[in-house]
Structure formats: structure tokens, C-alpha cells
């Protein structure tokens, strides 16, 4: 428990009033952040884009290795095997994560394989 020796202290110590200090000055600092971003969203053009048919939509659509594993019933090791043994296996290497485009993998497969 804290007891304060004058009416102006408002913390125990030196370190407590450090850690407070610190605290204040980095949620001022996101709070700039966060005005600065907010002004930029508000000055920035809207630009509408047209959509190019030509192009598959990937967003939304990369999954990883375990959730293809649901989809296609298939084991995490069989996949990885296929991966490994099939050179023209439809897969995307981004740094050490190995993401799929779903609808891709299940043509292959089904082309390659047959139904699933």
C-alpha cells in the first residue's frame, strides 16, 4: 500500500513513475499514428478498379496444407508425399509457408486421379 508524504506525489517511486512515463509516451505515440492514418484515409482518392476476368481471384482462396487435408480427405502426409513425388503439383511457396489455391488442387487432383 502506498502512503504519499506530500499532496503532489503520485507515485511510490522513481521506477513506478518511469514505467508510467513510458506508458504515456507510447500511447501518445500510437495515437498520432493512428490520427495520421485516419487523415490520410480520409485525403486519399478513391480509385475504382475494374475487374480483369482474365485473372483467377486468389484472395480468400490460399489455404494451407491442413485445411486442404479436410477438404480433400486426404492425409497431411500423403499430401506432402504428392507434393514431393509431383513435379506439376499447384502449389505456392511464400518464404516457409506452403499455401494452395483450393479450386486449383481439386481440378488436379480430380484430373489426375478422378473424382474425389
Known amino acids: 500500500m502506498f502512503i504519499a508524504q506530500k499532496a503532489t506525489t503520485k507515485f511510490c517511486s522513481l521506477k513506478c513513475a518511469q514505467r508510467?512515463?513510458?506508458?504515456?509516451?507510447?500511447?501518445?505515440r500510437i495515437n498520432k499514428s493512428n490520427d495520421?492514418?485516419?487523415k490520410i484515409l480520409q485525403t486519399?482518392?478513391?480509385?475504382?478498379k475494374?475487374?480483369?476476368i482474365s485473372q483467377p481471384q486468389l484472395a480468400g482462396e490460399?489455404?494451407?496444407i491442413k485445411t486442404l487435408s479436410a477438404i480433400?480427405?486426404?492425409s497431411e502426409r500423403t499430401l506432402f508425399y504428392l507434393i514431393?513425388?509431383?513435379t506439376d503439383f499447384p502449389k505456392l511457396k511464400i518464404g516457409r509457408s506452403l499455401l494452395f489455391h483450393k479450386q486449383t488442387v481439386v481440378n488436379y487432383l480430380i484430373n489426375k486421379?478422378?473424382?474425389l
Open 50 to 52: 475494374q475487374m480483369d
Open 113 to 115: 486421379y478422378g473424382n
Open 44 to 48: 486519399a482518392p478513391v480509385v475504382e
Open 72 to 74: 480433400t480427405n486426404i
Open 84 to 86: 514431393k513425388r509431383e
Open 36 to 38: 495520421k492514418n485516419v
Open 20 to 28: 508510467n512515463y513510458k506508458l504515456r509516451e507510447r500511447k501518445e
Open 62 to 64: 490460399l489455404i494451407d
